[in-house]
């Protein structure tokens, strides 16, 4: 049978305890490591492979939300927390499940079949064909190819779509995150551009709609190619 590795990051340690009860509990799953920091825990995922982690919140030093937006973390990611207000914050970091406690084993088994699941079609290249951005107080829905290009606002982002214009908080780096390169790619530290959108390219610009949009030495390599690539 294959073992799903997981990984605990908790510092209470009483929860600590059921969740590493639980997870002895399933036959497919292995426990490989425990921490009661996320500090530790982290120097840990950085050397090593882990299928799912669990991950508490609410920590000293280094939270599990900060943990989240410090690094790369490539496994399902499920949360435990005693907050329930922690979780818009969890589904804008993708993380898999959110375990309020205390939690049951029959939730808790949710949470575990909705991973495997996950690893079972992350296997299995499938293309991503909208994001969710957090605007105002809601999550917006934006099919990427509807996308035009996106401006940078001083503290917002201008996403221009076909049909609707977006403001959002979220930056650059954030945006690079979640839409694929090969889609819409950074020209200009104030502008990425959606490449099936653009109309010509003359010199340093490109047009889209009736946009001029400059194309910036950092990102001039790199965004050719892209074009003819």
């Known amino acids: ?16 305890e059921r969740t590493k009860g639980f997870v002895n509990k399933v036959p497919s799953l292995q426990l490989d490591a425990e921490f009661d920091n996320a500090l530790t825990g982290l120097e840990y995922l950085k050397k090593h492979s882990v299928d799912i982690l669990f991950l508490d919140i609410n920590m000293d030093e280094l939270s599990g939300i900060e943990l989240l937006e410090s690094t790369s ?39 575990i079949n909705k991973a495997q699941d996950n690893i079972g079609k992350s296997s299995i290249e499938s293309p991503v064909d909208f994001i969710f951005v957090k605007t105002e107080n809601r999550l917006e829905k934006i099919t990427l190819t509807d996308i035009l290009y996106i401006e940078g606002m001083r503290d917002y ?39 099936s959108r653009i109309d010509s390219i003359e010199r340093s610009r490109i047009k889209i709609a009736d946009k001029l949009i400059p194309i910036s030495d950092t990102y001039r390599d790199l965004f ?6």
Do not use: W
Request: glycine share 2%; with cysteine.
């Open 73 to 111: 973390i490539t496994s399902q990611v499920i949360f435990t927390t005693a907050y329930q207000e922690y979780a818009l914050k969890g589904y804008e970091l993708k993380v898999t499940d959110y375990l309020l406690k205390p939690f049951t084993f029959n939730r808790f088994l949710q949470a």
């Open 1 to 16: 049978m294959h073992k799903f590795k997981c990984v605990i990051i908790e510092d209470e340690p009483l929860a600590l």
């Open 157 to 195: 982002r201008r996403i221009h779509c076909t049909d609707k214009k977006i403001m959002t908080l979220q930056n650059f780096k954030e945006l690079e995150k979640v839409i694929p390169s090969h889609l819409v790619c950074r020209v200009h530290k104030s502008f990425m551009v959606s490449i």
């Open 224 to 229: 050719f190619q892209k074009i003819n690539g």
